[in-house]
T-cell receptor, first 113, second 115 residues
Framework: AQSVTQLGSHVSVSEGALVLLRCNYS??????LFWYVQYPNQGLQLLLK??????LVKGINGFEAEFKKSETSFHLTKPSAHMSDAAEYFC???????????FGSGTQLTVLP | EAQVTQNPRYLITVTGKKLTVTCSQN?????MSWYRQDPGLGLRQIYY???????DKGDVPEGYKVSRKEKRNFPLILESPSPNQTSLYFC??????????????FGPGTRLTVL
C-alpha cells in the first residue's frame, strides 16, 4: 500500500521568504513522487516529479524538491516566495505495484505582502 | 492545443436524477482517470482506465460508473446522485500508467452540487 502525508494544511510566508512544504510518503517499493499545484478555479498542473536518478529535482517557477529515501520525504522548496505562488499544493506517490496515483490532502500556501 | 476537456463545468441537480459528466483528451493517451476533490481530503480516485474497454475501481467507486468505448473519451456516470456526491470532479489522462512515473494531465474540473 502507498500513502502520502502533507504536514500543515495551511502555510503562510512573506513575499521573498523561503517556501517549505512538507511531504512524507509510505511505499513498499521504490516510489515515483510528484508535486502538483492548483491555482484558484483551475485543474492541477505538474510542478516537478522524481522517477529515478538525481534526487534533487528542479521544477517550474523556481521550485525544487529533494527525494530522501532514508527519511521517506519529498519536501518542496523555493528560495523566495512570490505573490503568484499562492495556490494549493499536492504531493502524490505512485509505486510499481500500484496502478494509481495517491494524493496527499494538500497544503494551501498564502503569500503575504 | 493538447488538453483534457470536461463538461459541464458546473452542475446543480437533484437527488436521484441520472447525470453524465463527459471527459475527452486529444493527446492519444492510454490512461485516464476520475478523481473527486473534497476539502481536507485531497484528491481521491474514483475509477481509472488503462485502455479501451479496460476500467477498474479506484478508492471511492461507490455510486459511480464509467465506460471507455473510445480512447479519447471517459465519461463519468452517476445513476442516482445523492448529496454526498456533491464535490469537485477532475478527469485526468497520461500517456501510460502512472506507476511508470508518467505525468497526469488534468481537466479544468466540474463542480457538482446535488440537492
Amino acid at each position: 500500500a502507498q500513502s502520502v502525508t502533507q504536514l500543515g494544511s495551511h502555510v503562510s510566508v512573506s513575499e521573498g521568504a523561503l517556501v517549505l512544504l512538507r511531504c512524507n510518503y509510505s511505499s513498499s517499493v521504490p516510489p515515483y513522487l510528484f508535486w502538483y499545484v492548483q491555482y484558484p478555479n483551475q485543474g492541477l498542473q505538474l510542478l516537478l516529479k522524481y522517477t529515478t536518478g538525481a534526487t534533487l529535482v528542479k521544477g517550474i517557477n523556481g521550485f525544487e524538491a529533494e527525494f530522501k529515501k532514508s527519511e521517506t520525504s519529498f519536501h518542496l522548496t523555493k528560495p523566495s516566495a512570490h505573490m503568484s505562488d499562492a495556490a494549493e499544493y499536492f504531493c502524490a506517490v505512485s509505486s510499481g505495484s500500484a496502478r494509481q496515483l495517491t494524493f496527499g490532502s494538500g497544503t494551501q500556501l498564502t503569500v503575504l505582502p | 492545443e493538447a488538453q483534457v476537456t470536461q463538461n459541464p463545468r458546473y452542475l446543480i441537480t437533484v437527488t436521484g436524477k441520472k447525470l453524465t459528466v463527459t471527459c475527452s483528451q486529444n493527446m492519444n493517451h492510454e490512461y485516464m482517470s476520475w478523481y473527486r476533490q473534497d476539502p481536507g481530503l485531497g484528491l481521491r480516485q474514483i475509477y481509472y482506465s488503462m485502455n479501451v474497454e479496460v476500467t477498474d475501481k479506484g478508492d471511492v467507486p461507490e455510486g459511480y460508473k464509467v465506460s471507455r468505448k473510445e480512447k479519447r473519451n471517459f465519461p463519468l456516470i452517476l445513476e442516482s446522485p445523492s448529496p454526498n456526491q456533491t464535490s469537485l470532479y477532475f478527469c485526468a489522462s497520461s500517456p501510460d500508467r502512472v506507476s511508470y512515473g508518467d505525468t497526469q494531465y488534468f481537466g479544468p474540473g466540474t463542480r457538482l452540487t446535488v440537492l
